[in-house]
């Protein structure tokens, strides 16, 4: 994923955001929070009427969405990127594109699981409309300020980065999470650090531990016994306890840092819910989750003993 800074331009200047993107990949949800945000949106708005649209008085600088794809009348790629290359040369107007793509395969889920027919696909299979539309709209993805790619995220994942790209900070202070996850049953697709702990010697392999997690004391006590857990534990503090101030200082809002193993409910756990209560008496307010803390043990999972 590419992006930029969207909060960056001119207070002088009117803010436009052009959304775009593969049918089903999240643009109207994205621009569903934009709103929230404050911003004024317009969805599937004809791409011809935009420069009219443009035309306001001078002392009008509010920020404005404007979402389009396929299905809008006169969509051409080539023709969209240079209008808003014409329209950028403006002074009076800061112009960026979003572009939000998908997975072919994950889009091919989501349209059998709503049942909802693809604008491309018309009376050829489903594939094949989401490989015409994908072909249609790669000029776009090329040139877009900022892609993200939803494959991997719920409703609710894309909600919380459109909000962190988009939000106005004011003085408020900066979000920070600290997670727990499990390597096997895949990555968080929104943590900005992430750390694994699988170097620590596992508690699932102790017949007494197994079906205990990293809230229990006694699995706990088995993890401060490992060599490695004292010095790596206090070296990542001292990095977060370095990077976050950073972080506040460039005006992020949000810092999600994760802590994984291999099924994610003894050490990453135990390390996350130790690193929120370091972060705590460092003066920040960590919110903590734990994916999958409600996972079933199995070797299967876990892999083998060493």
Known sequence: MTESDPSATDNAQQRILLVTGLSGAGKSTALQVIEDLGWETIDNFPVRL???LLSRPDGQHGTLAIGFDSRTRGFVPAKIIDLVKELAERNDLSVSTL???CAGGELERRYNETRRPHPMAEDRPLEEGIRAERELLEPMRRWADMVIDTSQ???NQLQQHIRELFEDRDDRPMTVTVSSFGFARGMPPLADLVFDMRFLDNPHWVE??????GLDEPVGQHIEKDPGFATSFEQIRKLLLTLLPLYDAQGKSYVHIAFGCTGGRHRS????ERMAQGLRDAGFSPTVRHRNL???ATDEIEGKKR
């Open 50 to 52: 935009l420069k009219r």
């Open 294 to 296: 409600g996972s079933r």
């Open 208 to 213: 007494e531990l197994r079906e205990l997690t």
């Open 153 to 155: 995220f719920s409703t």
């Open 269 to 272: 756990v135990f390390t996350a």
């Open 99 to 101: 572009f939000i793509d």
